[in-house]
């Protein structure tokens, strides 16, 4: 079976081909390919009921899809802590690249989450605050396409060593899509540099990985890119990825 196989028969049978029978194969013969060869292939095997994600610590992932799918869906998940430097960079993604994002809100504002479970329950419950305000609403903003598309990468942490570059995501039932999954951090570095991609200037003050603002702090020099995420809370993952 080829990838044009697999292509065909999922959009001869999409209303009743279960997605699970194409993500094997398709991890095979996408592994070791190049991120937009496997951003192409998504691109034609899922049309519009594909969307990329992304948090907004740099417009990599944006600049990759929107190259190969112009217009695309991104979804952006505003819980309600960003920095200003994070809100920043999505608007101005806005503005440059060739794609659609929508804002993906929790349930509850800051405020009515406060006055329901009590302030700052990142403190209290990093779990159940990333839970409901990065969790759930993702889930509920992927259910109308097929695949999304994720930035994440084998070298970032242990739990993600084993990412394939097409996986089945048994937890919302649909394909998820790791395109840069092999890359390194010098390879970021430099298709960032060589293509002039947008990035959170947070970067440039020690914040090798930015999320909400309560639960980010600097790194120092020699330390974890990732250490500065909910440091001292025991916590490594949002929930999203895993």
């Not at 309560?214 to 949002?238: F, H, I, M, N, Y």
Request: charged share 25%; glycine share 8%.
């Amino acid at each position: 079976m080829t990838l044009v196989d697999i292509e065909v028969g999922l959009r001869e049978q999409r209303g009743t081909l279960d997605l699970q029978d194409i993500v094997e194969s398709a991890a095979t013969f996408l592994e070791g390919a190049p991120a937009r060869e496997i951003i192409r292939w998504a691109a034609a095997t899922f049309g519009d009921r594909l969307c990329l994600t992304s948090s907004m610590s740099d417009a990599l992932l944006i600049d990759l899809v929107s190259r190969v799918k112009p217009g695309v869906d991104v979804l952006f998940i505003d819980t309600g802590y960003h920095f200003a430097e994070t809100i920043g960079t999505r608007d101005a993604v806005r503005q440059v690249y060739d794609v659609n994002v929508i804002d993906v809100k929790p349930s509850r504002t800051v405020a009515e989450q406060d006055r329901d479970l009590g302030p700052r329950l990142f403190g209290r419950n990093p779990d159940l605050c990333c839970y409901l305000r990065k969790v759930e609403p993702l889930n509920r903003a992927l259910e109308p396409y097929l695949a999304w598309i994720s930035g994440i990468r084998r070298d970032e942490s242990s739990s993600r060593t084993s990412t394939k570059v097409v996986e089945w995501d048994a937890k919302r039932q649909m394909v998820k899509v790791n395109p840069i999954a092999a890359w390194t951090q010098e390879d970021v570095d430099n298709y960032i540099a060589d293509n002039g991609v947008l990035i959170n200037p947070l970067h440039y003050d020690n914040y090798p990985s930015i999320g909400c603002a309560p639960c980010t702090r600097q790194v120092a020099e020699g330390e974890d890119p990732r250490s500065g995420r909910w440091a001292g809370l025991g916590k490594v993952e949002c929930g999203i990825h895993l």
